[in-house]
């Protein structure tokens, strides 16, 4: 039997302050806010094991000492005018605690329950904090912590951040000594900056930057598409999504990586780019790339969501693989310095764009969403095995379908799996079928495994 009790967590005298928002909070608030009763699958999801379990109130003085570490878990954002967004850091308040008490037998099953509980619901971004809290206890002693932010609070590079901090904050540290060690980019510094002089023009170049690529980049990447009537006749049409578990691709990228001087995410988008111009017959392809943004150190620390898409443009990406790898590195170098940017006064010059015909198609996304610092041998052995065998232990699903997602025709993440990497796609069916995902997939793991190959025989 599960019972259900709430219980509250408490926070003063910490940080607060109120300002315009940052970039990033404007770009994904104005995504959720459209989205309305959709918008939970934004949110963050985590379901975490505590081993051994702890008492709840070790874990809730934990989570308090991260509250007061990171101000985006206590930034509730409220709309100014017509254009304007202001956030609000609170320095006192309380969070409410879902509580489970079941038998440890069941906690496996609570878990994952319980998120969903928590994050199947929208935000309240203007009256709560954007962080939501569960516990599984069993017999005294939590055994699952479950955790659910709004994507406001953080992007996916922040939510490991946030998690290495707790289990830091779990070993005895505080937030005050982990702020003095390791300081992290607090959202009013960033919008501080951004309101700045030199942050306006940081913003200019980079809308400036996005609308000279999208003015040069083909109007259309998939020239036959794989079923025209289907955009006409299937508005509610399911997107199906694939997932490719390579440890071959795990192993050959660094190879080929090392090899040619550039990085392992260099190789991979410059792999899909030369794959996808083979396949679309537009010798030119255009990606939307999600940028974590955090090149700063106080940045890469920062708990907040700063992920903004840069604009990339590879020609003749068909021509030659290595050449494609070669150029994506200074492409995206680029494209990456101009990542940063108000959203929403961009979307205002792409529609302008649209309008007049003039603007590229860019309705394919690329997100490599690694950190950095996890590769996929950190917590198994690297396989001994040639790189030909480890090809035939890939594996290929279909998890599930998507709704219609607005200015998607494809979009790939990349994942860090223990042991391999993994390409997930989604993609409108009206201009790539089932087939065809299955043919860019495993055609961009041959690319890279091939190239490994062959690069170890000469």
Not at 36 to 53: E, I
Not at 59 to 66: G, Q, S
Not at 129 to 145: A, S
Not at 264 to 288: E, I, K, P
Request: with cysteine; net charge negative.
């Amino acid at each position: 039997m599960t019972t259900v009790e709430e219980r509250t967590m408490k926070l003063d005298s910490a940080r607060a302050g109120t300002g315009p928002a940052t970039w990033g909070q404007r770009a994904i608030w104005g995504v959720v806010t459209r989205l309305g009763d959709d918008a939970p699958r934004y949110n963050l999801r985590l379901d975490l094991p505590l081993t051994p379990p702890r008492p709840a109130s070790r874990v809730l003085a934990d989570l308090t000492e991260l509250l007061r570490m990171h101000d985006s878990l206590r930034t509730r954002l409220l709309p100014v005018g017509e254009d304007g967004l202001e956030q609000v850091v609170d320095g006192a308040g309380e969070l409410p605690v879902e509580v489970r008490t079941c038998s440890a037998d069941k906690a496996p099953t609570v878990g994952p329950e319980l998120m969903e509980e928590l994050a199947g619901r929208p935000f309240d971004h203007a009256r709560e904090w954007p962080f939501r809290v569960g516990l599984v206890e069993c017999e005294g002693l939590v055994h699952r912590l479950v955790l659910a932010a709004s994507h406001t609070a953080m992007d996916l590079w922040g939510e490991g951040r946030m998690l290495r901090d707790l289990q830091l904050i779990s070993s005895g540290e505080s937030a005050e000594s982990l702020l003095r060690t390791r300081p992290a980019l607090q959202p009013l510094e960033a919008a501080q900056l951004q309101t700045s002089p030199v942050g306006r023009r940081r913003d200019e170049a980079a809308r400036r930057y996005w609308c000279e690529r999208l003015a040069a980049g083909p109007r259309r990447i998939f020239l036959d598409p794989a079923a025209p009537e289907l955009a006409v006749n299937a508005p509610d049409r399911l997107f199906p999504n694939a997932l490719l578990r390579s440890p071959a691709l795990a192993v050959a990228v660094e190879q080929v990586a090392a090899d040619l001087g550039v990085s392992d995410a260099a190789v991979l988008l410059g792999a899909a780019s030369h794959q996808l111009a083979r396949m679309s017959g537009s010798s030119d392809v255009l990606f939307q790339v999600v940028v974590s943004n955090r090149f700063q150190p106080a940045a890469a620390e920062s708990v907040s969501t700063m992920a903004q898409e840069a604009v990339f443009l590879l020609t003749d990406a068909d021509k030659d693989f290595e050449d494609a790898v070669r150029r994506t590195r200074s492409v995206a170098f680029t494209a990456f310095r101009h990542a940063g940017y108000d959203k929403w006064a961009l979307d205002r010059e792409v529609r302008r764009l649209v309008e007049r015909g003039e603007a590229a198609d860019h309705s394919c996304w690329w997100n490599d969403t690694r950190d950095p610092g996890v590769g996929p041998f950190a917590t198994v052995e690297r396989p001994a095995a040639a790189l030909g065998e480890l090809a035939g232990r890939t594996e290929l699903s279909w998890p599930v379908e998507f709704l219609p997602r607005a200015n998607v025709s494809v979009a790939v993440d990349v994942l860090t799996a223990p042991g391999a990497l993994e390409l997930c796609m989604t993609a409108d069916p009206a201009v790539l079928d089932r087939a065809g995902m299955e043919r860019f997939l495993r055609g961009v793991e041959q690319l890279v495994v091939a190239e490994a190959i062959a690069r170890g025989d000469r």
